[in-house]
């Protein structure tokens, strides 16, 4: 099955302590990105990447570092999480960048809580 | 500036009702797209419809279609005959351009209410 694997899921974990959310998809496509996501506020961009060692900032990427080692994979890190980091985080993966008649392709999500 | 703007925090209607949600945007290209998602309450982002910039058509999917009015850069969603399963998050999203901007810009979304 075509898709993008988040994990984990749901993560609590406390102030400044580095944590790393996995984004892997089995579609061969070349652009992946993270989003977070707040009330009110929608969706918002953290990083993309158009290929392998590609790897560019979006709108909010204070705080996130990201890798692209292979094309499957996109790792989002947290080196030092701060509350205001608490979020719903979504990987999305696109043939192309950018993203065309498809959208995005997303991952379940990972709902991040940081106390 | 705000790129896209859904006025509509909540929305409550009548199951088998019809519904339009609203959404507007912001854009000098003259390529560009809209799409709109939907986001159940297990909180996965399920594609629902796309309408490109140069679409003479609305674009229809179903019980879904988009209300896509370019002078007034609108373009509402209409879910027809609503289902109690409607009931979500409803996100409409831009792409800008061809080139350049790599992302879509999301708004900030409508809860749909969906009543018996």
């Known amino acids: 099955e075509a898709q993008v694997t988040q994990n984990p899921r749901y993560l609590i974990t406390v102030t400044g302590k580095k944590l790393t959310v996995t984004c892997s998809q089995n579609?061969?496509?070349?652009?992946m990105s993270w989003y977070r996501q707040d009330p009110g506020l929608g969706l918002r961009q953290i990083y993309y990447?158009?290929?392998?060692?590609?790897?560019d900032k979006g709108d909010v990427p204070e705080g996130y570092k990201v890798s692209r080692k292979e094309k499957r994979n996109f790792p989002l890190i947290l080196e030092s999480p701060s509350p205001n980091q608490t979020s719903l985080y979504f990987c999305?993966?696109?043939?192309?960048?950018?993203?065309?008649?498809?959208?995005?392709?997303f991952g379940s999500g990972t709902r991040l809580t940081v106390v | 500036a705000q790129k896209i703007t859904q006025t509509q925090p909540g929305m409550f209607v009548q199951e088998k009702e019809a519904v339009t949600l609203d959404c507007t945007y912001d854009t000098s290209d003259q390529s560009y797209g809209l799409f709109w998602y939907k986001q159940p309450s297990s909180g996965e982002m399920i594609f629902l419809i796309y309408q490109g910039s140069y679409d003479e058509q609305n674009a229809t999917e179903g019980r879904y279609s988009l209300n896509f009015q370019k002078a007034r850069k609108s373009a509402n969603l209409v879910i027809s005959a609503s289902q109690l399963g409607d009931s979500a998050m409803y996100f409409c999203?831009?792409?800008?351009?061809?080139?350049?901007?790599?992302?879509?810009?999301f708004g900030q979304g409508t809860r749909l209410t969906i009543n018996p």
């Open positions: 999305a993966s696109s043939p192309t960048p950018p993203p065309t008649h498809y959208g995005y392709t």
């Open positions: 999203a831009m792409r800008e351009g061809l080139k350049g901007a790599q992302k879509l810009v």
């Open positions: 990447s158009m290929n392998v060692e590609v790897t």
């Open positions: 579609m061969n496509h070349e652009y």
